[in-house]
Protein backbone atom coordinates (compact mmCIF):
# COMPACT_ATOMS: atom_id res chain seq x y z
CA UNK A 1 0.00 0.00 0.00
CA UNK A 2 1.33 3.25 -0.76
CA UNK A 3 1.62 6.53 1.16
CA UNK A 4 -1.28 8.69 0.90
CA UNK A 5 -0.65 11.94 1.81
CA UNK A 6 -3.45 13.81 -0.39
CA UNK A 7 -6.15 12.40 2.15
CA UNK A 8 -7.99 14.69 4.60
CA UNK A 9 -9.27 12.97 7.07
CA UNK A 10 -12.41 13.67 8.81
CA UNK A 11 -13.97 14.26 5.29
CA UNK A 12 -16.36 11.95 5.61
CA UNK A 13 -16.54 9.06 3.26
CA UNK A 14 -12.05 9.68 2.43
CA UNK A 15 -11.58 9.26 6.56
CA UNK A 16 -13.77 5.81 6.07
CA UNK A 17 -11.83 4.56 3.83
CA UNK A 18 -8.75 5.27 5.22
CA UNK A 19 -9.66 3.46 8.66
CA UNK A 20 -11.05 0.14 6.18
CA UNK A 21 -6.92 0.35 4.79
CA UNK A 22 -5.54 0.56 7.84
CA UNK A 23 -7.80 -2.20 9.45
CA UNK A 24 -7.41 -4.60 6.47
CA UNK A 25 -3.27 -3.65 6.38
CA UNK A 26 -3.46 -3.86 10.33
CA UNK A 27 -5.45 -7.98 9.84
CA UNK A 28 -3.17 -8.58 7.50
CA UNK A 29 0.20 -7.70 9.84
CA UNK A 30 -1.44 -9.00 13.06
CA UNK A 31 -1.97 -12.23 11.17
CA UNK A 32 1.81 -12.48 10.16
CA UNK A 33 3.48 -11.24 13.28
CA UNK A 34 0.83 -11.52 16.31
CA UNK A 35 -0.97 -8.54 17.63
CA UNK A 36 0.84 -8.30 20.93
CA UNK A 37 4.65 -8.38 19.45
CA UNK A 38 3.80 -5.51 17.06
CA UNK A 39 4.34 -1.78 18.13
CA UNK A 40 1.90 0.83 16.09
CA UNK A 41 5.62 1.78 14.55
CA UNK A 42 5.65 -1.89 13.00
CA UNK A 43 2.32 -1.31 11.53
CA UNK A 44 2.93 2.35 10.02
CA UNK A 45 5.97 1.19 8.55
CA UNK A 46 4.74 -1.51 7.02
CA UNK A 47 1.58 -0.17 5.54
CA UNK A 48 3.45 2.96 4.29
CA UNK A 49 1.88 5.20 6.42
CA UNK A 50 3.76 7.39 9.09
CA UNK A 51 3.03 6.79 12.75
CA UNK A 52 1.74 10.39 13.16
CA UNK A 53 -1.18 9.44 10.27
CA UNK A 54 -2.07 5.99 11.45
CA UNK A 55 -2.78 8.04 15.39
CA UNK A 56 -4.85 10.58 12.97
CA UNK A 57 -7.25 7.82 12.37
CA UNK A 58 -7.31 5.87 15.97
CA UNK A 59 -6.00 6.54 19.06
CA UNK A 60 -4.03 3.30 19.84
CA UNK A 61 -3.24 -0.17 18.80
CA UNK A 62 -6.11 -1.75 20.81
CA UNK A 63 -8.67 0.84 18.68
CA UNK A 64 -7.70 -0.79 15.55
CA UNK A 65 -7.43 -4.40 17.37
CA UNK A 66 -10.88 -3.59 18.86
CA UNK A 67 -12.39 -3.18 15.27
CA UNK A 68 -10.33 -6.16 13.47
CA UNK A 69 -12.18 -8.53 16.12
CA UNK A 70 -15.17 -6.29 15.86
CA UNK A 71 -14.94 -7.41 12.09
CA UNK A 72 -14.31 -10.91 12.91
CA UNK A 73 -17.38 -11.38 14.82
CA UNK A 74 -19.79 -9.51 12.48
CA UNK A 75 -18.57 -12.09 9.82
CA UNK A 76 -19.00 -14.99 11.77
CA UNK A 77 -22.80 -13.39 12.71
CA UNK A 78 -23.27 -13.51 8.91
CA UNK A 79 -22.17 -16.94 8.53
CA UNK A 80 -24.40 -17.78 11.44
CA UNK A 81 -27.15 -15.84 10.00
CA UNK A 82 -26.99 -17.18 6.49
CA UNK A 83 -26.76 -20.75 7.57
CA UNK A 84 -29.68 -20.44 9.98
CA UNK A 85 -31.59 -18.81 7.12
CA UNK A 86 -32.56 -22.08 5.45
CA UNK A 87 -33.13 -23.88 8.19
CA UNK A 88 -37.17 -25.11 7.65
CA UNK A 89 -37.44 -26.10 11.44
CA UNK A 90 -36.28 -24.34 14.87
CA UNK A 91 -34.45 -27.34 15.60
CA UNK A 92 -32.63 -27.57 12.35
CA UNK A 93 -31.75 -23.61 13.08
CA UNK A 94 -30.46 -24.56 16.67
CA UNK A 95 -28.32 -27.63 15.20
CA UNK A 96 -26.71 -25.10 12.12
CA UNK A 97 -26.14 -22.50 14.37
CA UNK A 98 -23.96 -24.70 16.79
CA UNK A 99 -21.99 -26.01 13.77
CA UNK A 100 -21.66 -22.25 12.01
CA UNK A 101 -20.27 -20.82 14.94
CA UNK A 102 -17.56 -23.55 16.00
CA UNK A 103 -17.12 -23.74 11.74
CA UNK A 104 -16.57 -20.16 11.48
CA UNK A 105 -14.94 -19.27 14.60
CA UNK A 106 -12.25 -21.80 13.77
CA UNK A 107 -11.85 -20.41 9.74
CA UNK A 108 -11.67 -16.48 11.23
CA UNK A 109 -9.15 -17.02 14.67
CA UNK A 110 -7.32 -19.95 14.20
CA UNK A 111 -6.81 -20.21 10.02
CA UNK A 112 -4.93 -16.98 10.16
CA UNK A 113 -3.08 -18.61 13.31
CA UNK A 114 -1.92 -15.21 14.71
CA UNK A 115 -5.12 -13.73 14.94
CA UNK A 116 -6.01 -15.66 17.63
CA UNK A 117 -3.69 -13.48 19.77
CA UNK A 118 -6.42 -10.56 19.40
CA UNK A 119 -8.86 -12.76 20.57
CA UNK A 120 -7.18 -13.81 23.67
CA UNK A 121 -6.46 -9.81 24.71
CA UNK A 122 -9.99 -9.43 23.71
CA UNK A 123 -11.29 -11.49 26.48
CA UNK A 124 -8.76 -10.58 28.81
CA UNK A 125 -9.50 -6.85 28.68
CA UNK A 126 -13.35 -7.33 27.84
CA UNK A 127 -13.39 -5.68 24.79
CA UNK A 128 -17.12 -4.77 24.18
CA UNK A 129 -17.08 -6.11 21.00
CA UNK A 130 -16.93 -10.03 22.57
CA UNK A 131 -19.68 -9.29 25.28
CA UNK A 132 -22.07 -7.89 22.33
CA UNK A 133 -21.01 -10.95 20.49
CA UNK A 134 -22.34 -13.24 23.11
CA UNK A 135 -25.50 -10.80 23.75
CA UNK A 136 -26.43 -11.39 20.04
CA UNK A 137 -25.90 -15.27 19.97
CA UNK A 138 -28.27 -15.22 23.24
CA UNK A 139 -30.91 -13.23 22.01
CA UNK A 140 -31.28 -15.57 18.72
CA UNK A 141 -31.36 -18.32 20.74
CA UNK A 142 -34.38 -17.06 22.48
CA UNK A 143 -35.55 -16.37 19.42
CA UNK A 144 -35.16 -19.87 18.31
CA UNK A 145 -36.24 -21.25 21.39
CA UNK A 146 -39.81 -19.29 20.88
CA UNK A 147 -40.18 -20.35 17.72
CA UNK A 148 -39.98 -23.71 18.42
CA UNK A 149 -41.96 -23.58 20.86
CA UNK A 150 -44.78 -21.90 19.30
CA UNK A 151 -44.68 -24.45 16.43
CA UNK A 152 -44.61 -27.04 19.23
CA UNK A 153 -41.49 -28.19 18.53
CA UNK A 154 -40.24 -27.43 22.12
CA UNK A 155 -41.63 -27.94 25.63
CA UNK A 156 -42.34 -24.77 27.40
CA UNK A 157 -42.78 -25.65 30.98
CA UNK A 158 -39.55 -24.24 31.47
CA UNK A 159 -39.09 -20.57 31.96
CA UNK A 160 -37.74 -19.32 28.54
CA UNK A 161 -34.82 -16.90 30.27
CA UNK A 162 -33.47 -20.02 31.55
CA UNK A 163 -33.42 -22.60 28.96
CA UNK A 164 -32.05 -20.13 26.58
CA UNK A 165 -29.18 -19.04 29.25
CA UNK A 166 -28.51 -23.02 29.76
CA UNK A 167 -28.55 -23.61 25.88
CA UNK A 168 -25.98 -20.28 25.85
CA UNK A 169 -23.65 -21.38 28.57
CA UNK A 170 -23.25 -25.10 26.31
CA UNK A 171 -22.16 -23.03 23.18
CA UNK A 172 -20.06 -20.78 25.11
CA UNK A 173 -16.63 -23.00 24.72
CA UNK A 174 -17.40 -22.94 20.82
CA UNK A 175 -18.17 -19.22 20.88
CA UNK A 176 -15.52 -17.84 22.52
CA UNK A 177 -12.20 -17.82 19.89
CA UNK A 178 -10.38 -18.13 23.46
CA UNK A 179 -11.98 -20.81 24.69
CA UNK A 180 -12.19 -22.36 20.98
CA UNK A 181 -8.89 -23.09 21.10
CA UNK A 182 -8.54 -25.77 23.90
CA UNK A 183 -11.91 -27.32 21.70
CA UNK A 184 -10.56 -27.19 18.40
CA UNK A 185 -9.68 -30.83 17.15
CA UNK A 186 -13.14 -31.77 19.00
CA UNK A 187 -15.13 -29.05 17.96
CA UNK A 188 -16.88 -30.57 15.08
CA UNK A 189 -17.78 -33.91 16.64
CA UNK A 190 -18.67 -31.67 19.80
CA UNK A 191 -21.30 -29.74 17.85
CA UNK A 192 -23.47 -32.58 16.78
CA UNK A 193 -23.14 -34.27 19.99
CA UNK A 194 -24.01 -30.71 21.47
CA UNK A 195 -26.43 -30.12 19.37
CA UNK A 196 -28.58 -33.36 19.81
CA UNK A 197 -28.04 -33.21 23.40
CA UNK A 198 -30.14 -29.42 23.51
CA UNK A 199 -32.41 -30.71 21.34
CA UNK A 200 -33.66 -33.34 23.73
CA UNK A 201 -33.51 -30.92 26.88
CA UNK A 202 -36.16 -29.34 24.48
CA UNK A 203 -38.60 -32.09 23.66
CA UNK A 204 -41.74 -31.66 25.13
CA UNK B 1 12.79 -27.87 55.74
CA UNK B 2 16.53 -28.72 57.01
CA UNK B 3 19.18 -30.37 54.88
CA UNK B 4 18.80 -34.46 55.09
CA UNK B 5 22.31 -35.66 53.56
CA UNK B 6 21.55 -38.73 55.18
CA UNK B 7 18.69 -39.71 53.53
CA UNK B 8 19.58 -42.92 51.21
CA UNK B 9 17.24 -42.60 47.82
CA UNK B 10 16.22 -45.37 46.50
CA UNK B 11 15.23 -47.67 49.83
CA UNK B 12 11.79 -47.78 50.15
CA UNK B 13 9.85 -45.47 52.01
CA UNK B 14 12.28 -42.62 52.60
CA UNK B 15 12.61 -42.02 49.12
CA UNK B 16 8.76 -41.91 48.92
CA UNK B 17 9.25 -39.43 52.22
CA UNK B 18 11.55 -37.18 50.58
CA UNK B 19 9.37 -37.20 47.73
CA UNK B 20 6.40 -36.00 49.25
CA UNK B 21 8.48 -33.07 51.11
CA UNK B 22 9.77 -31.91 47.61
CA UNK B 23 6.26 -31.68 46.32
CA UNK B 24 4.85 -30.07 49.42
CA UNK B 25 7.65 -27.40 49.34
CA UNK B 26 7.20 -27.05 45.55
CA UNK B 27 3.16 -26.59 45.99
CA UNK B 28 3.62 -23.89 48.52
CA UNK B 29 6.71 -22.30 46.39
CA UNK B 30 4.84 -22.71 42.74
CA UNK B 31 1.99 -21.05 44.61
CA UNK B 32 3.72 -17.65 45.39
CA UNK B 33 5.73 -16.99 42.72
CA UNK B 34 4.19 -19.40 39.75
CA UNK B 35 5.73 -22.41 37.97
CA UNK B 36 6.94 -21.11 35.01
CA UNK B 37 9.36 -18.63 36.18
CA UNK B 38 10.72 -20.44 38.96
CA UNK B 39 13.88 -23.26 38.42
CA UNK B 40 15.04 -25.95 39.83
CA UNK B 41 17.75 -23.93 41.50
CA UNK B 42 15.53 -21.53 42.80
CA UNK B 43 13.26 -24.21 44.61
CA UNK B 44 16.20 -25.99 46.18
CA UNK B 45 17.40 -22.69 47.51
CA UNK B 46 13.84 -22.19 49.09
CA UNK B 47 13.56 -26.02 50.43
CA UNK B 48 17.37 -25.88 51.49
CA UNK B 49 17.85 -28.76 49.38
CA UNK B 50 20.86 -28.96 46.87
CA UNK B 51 19.79 -28.93 42.95
CA UNK B 52 21.25 -32.46 42.96
CA UNK B 53 19.31 -33.87 45.78
CA UNK B 54 16.30 -33.24 44.03
CA UNK B 55 17.13 -34.34 40.57
CA UNK B 56 17.81 -37.69 42.44
CA UNK B 57 14.34 -38.04 42.81
CA UNK B 58 12.84 -36.00 39.99
CA UNK B 59 13.87 -35.69 36.20
CA UNK B 60 13.23 -32.10 36.08
CA UNK B 61 10.93 -29.66 37.18
CA UNK B 62 8.42 -30.83 34.44
CA UNK B 63 8.51 -34.16 36.63
CA UNK B 64 7.66 -32.01 40.03
CA UNK B 65 4.77 -29.98 38.22
CA UNK B 66 3.03 -32.92 36.93
CA UNK B 67 2.78 -34.81 40.42
CA UNK B 68 1.34 -31.43 41.98
CA UNK B 69 -0.75 -31.32 39.57
CA UNK B 70 -1.63 -35.03 39.48
CA UNK B 71 -2.62 -34.43 43.09
CA UNK B 72 -4.55 -31.82 42.67
CA UNK B 73 -6.65 -33.11 40.19
CA UNK B 74 -6.86 -36.61 42.64
CA UNK B 75 -8.16 -34.23 45.54
CA UNK B 76 -10.78 -32.61 43.00
CA UNK B 77 -11.48 -36.21 42.48
CA UNK B 78 -12.21 -37.47 46.09
CA UNK B 79 -14.16 -34.46 46.49
CA UNK B 80 -16.26 -35.30 43.68
CA UNK B 81 -16.73 -38.89 44.59
CA UNK B 82 -17.38 -37.67 48.30
CA UNK B 83 -20.05 -35.19 47.49
CA UNK B 84 -21.78 -37.90 45.11
CA UNK B 85 -21.98 -40.60 47.65
CA UNK B 86 -24.58 -38.74 49.91
CA UNK B 87 -26.96 -38.41 46.81
CA UNK B 88 -30.26 -40.67 46.66
CA UNK B 89 -30.88 -40.40 43.06
CA UNK B 90 -28.72 -40.38 39.46
CA UNK B 91 -29.97 -37.29 38.71
CA UNK B 92 -28.75 -35.97 42.32
CA UNK B 93 -25.53 -37.33 41.48
CA UNK B 94 -24.91 -35.58 38.22
CA UNK B 95 -25.98 -32.37 39.90
CA UNK B 96 -23.79 -32.63 42.88
CA UNK B 97 -20.96 -33.79 40.47
CA UNK B 98 -21.21 -30.94 38.61
CA UNK B 99 -21.04 -28.27 41.46
CA UNK B 100 -18.53 -30.50 42.99
CA UNK B 101 -15.97 -30.27 39.94
CA UNK B 102 -16.28 -26.04 39.32
CA UNK B 103 -15.88 -25.53 43.35
CA UNK B 104 -13.09 -27.70 43.94
CA UNK B 105 -11.74 -26.59 40.76
CA UNK B 106 -12.25 -23.10 41.31
CA UNK B 107 -10.70 -24.09 45.09
CA UNK B 108 -7.57 -26.05 43.84
CA UNK B 109 -6.55 -24.40 41.12
CA UNK B 110 -7.55 -20.23 41.12
CA UNK B 111 -7.46 -19.82 45.18
CA UNK B 112 -3.59 -20.02 45.54
CA UNK B 113 -3.52 -18.10 41.54
CA UNK B 114 -0.19 -18.64 40.98
CA UNK B 115 -0.91 -22.70 41.10
CA UNK B 116 -2.87 -21.69 38.23
CA UNK B 117 -0.18 -22.18 35.48
CA UNK B 118 0.24 -25.27 36.17
CA UNK B 119 -2.32 -26.23 34.68
CA UNK B 120 -2.35 -24.03 31.93
CA UNK B 121 1.10 -26.38 31.38
CA UNK B 122 -0.56 -28.93 31.45
CA UNK B 123 -3.23 -28.65 29.40
CA UNK B 124 -0.69 -26.61 26.90
CA UNK B 125 1.95 -29.80 26.92
CA UNK B 126 -1.11 -32.80 27.28
CA UNK B 127 0.39 -33.79 30.27
CA UNK B 128 -1.15 -37.43 31.03
CA UNK B 129 -2.67 -36.71 34.74
CA UNK B 130 -4.94 -34.43 32.80
CA UNK B 131 -5.85 -37.04 30.56
CA UNK B 132 -6.56 -39.80 33.23
CA UNK B 133 -8.73 -37.16 35.19
CA UNK B 134 -11.11 -36.76 31.86
CA UNK B 135 -11.15 -39.90 31.41
CA UNK B 136 -12.54 -40.68 35.20
CA UNK B 137 -14.84 -38.09 35.28
CA UNK B 138 -15.88 -39.66 31.76
CA UNK B 139 -16.38 -43.10 33.70
CA UNK B 140 -18.17 -42.04 36.83
CA UNK B 141 -20.64 -40.07 34.25
CA UNK B 142 -21.75 -43.16 32.11
CA UNK B 143 -22.18 -45.15 35.54
CA UNK B 144 -24.35 -42.48 37.18
CA UNK B 145 -26.44 -42.86 33.56
CA UNK B 146 -26.71 -46.47 34.01
CA UNK B 147 -27.64 -46.39 37.29
CA UNK B 148 -30.38 -43.66 36.40
CA UNK B 149 -31.72 -46.45 33.51
CA UNK B 150 -32.03 -48.54 35.63
CA UNK B 151 -34.29 -47.10 38.36
CA UNK B 152 -36.00 -45.28 35.34
CA UNK B 153 -34.84 -41.97 36.68
CA UNK B 154 -33.45 -41.71 32.98
CA UNK B 155 -34.15 -42.13 29.11
CA UNK B 156 -32.79 -44.82 27.20
CA UNK B 157 -33.54 -44.57 23.97
CA UNK B 158 -30.08 -42.64 23.09
CA UNK B 159 -26.93 -44.64 23.02
CA UNK B 160 -24.70 -44.77 26.27
CA UNK B 161 -21.64 -43.93 24.66
CA UNK B 162 -23.61 -40.30 22.90
CA UNK B 163 -25.23 -39.74 25.93
CA UNK B 164 -22.30 -39.62 28.72
CA UNK B 165 -20.01 -38.38 26.15
CA UNK B 166 -22.74 -34.96 25.47
CA UNK B 167 -22.47 -34.93 29.28
CA UNK B 168 -19.10 -34.70 29.30
CA UNK B 169 -18.59 -32.09 26.78
CA UNK B 170 -21.27 -29.72 28.22
CA UNK B 171 -19.34 -30.17 31.57
CA UNK B 172 -15.73 -29.76 30.05
CA UNK B 173 -15.02 -26.15 30.43
CA UNK B 174 -15.51 -26.97 34.34
CA UNK B 175 -13.32 -29.48 34.83
CA UNK B 176 -10.24 -28.47 33.15
CA UNK B 177 -8.67 -25.63 34.99
CA UNK B 178 -7.48 -23.75 32.40
CA UNK B 179 -11.10 -23.25 30.52
CA UNK B 180 -12.70 -22.88 34.22
CA UNK B 181 -10.41 -19.73 34.16
CA UNK B 182 -12.72 -17.78 31.81
CA UNK B 183 -15.84 -19.28 33.73
CA UNK B 184 -14.75 -18.63 37.01
CA UNK B 185 -17.53 -15.60 37.58
CA UNK B 186 -20.43 -17.44 36.58
CA UNK B 187 -19.47 -20.88 37.30
CA UNK B 188 -21.55 -21.42 40.38
CA UNK B 189 -24.87 -19.93 38.60
CA UNK B 190 -23.43 -22.47 35.62
CA UNK B 191 -23.30 -25.60 37.32
CA UNK B 192 -26.99 -24.74 38.64
CA UNK B 193 -28.37 -24.03 34.88
CA UNK B 194 -26.39 -26.82 32.81
CA UNK B 195 -26.77 -29.72 35.34
CA UNK B 196 -31.03 -28.80 34.95
CA UNK B 197 -30.71 -28.65 31.32
CA UNK B 198 -28.79 -31.79 31.09
CA UNK B 199 -31.03 -33.96 33.80
CA UNK B 200 -33.96 -32.12 30.97
CA UNK B 201 -31.98 -33.64 28.42
CA UNK B 202 -32.31 -37.67 30.24
CA UNK B 203 -36.02 -37.52 30.89
CA UNK B 204 -37.71 -40.37 29.77
New interface residues.
Given amino acids: MNKQTTTHPGRGPSEHTIRDQVVAAATEHFGHFGYEKTTVSDLAKSIGFSKAYIYKFFDSKQAIGEQICANRLNMIMDIVNAAIADSPTASERLRQMLKALTQAGSDLFFHDRKLYDIAAVA?RDKWPSAALHEERIRQRIENIILEGRGTGEF?RK?PLD??S???F??M??YI?P??LQ??LD?AES?AV??S???L???SP
Same sequence: chains 1, 2.
Avoid: D, G
Fill in positions: AETEAQAILVRPSVQYNTALLSLIRSL
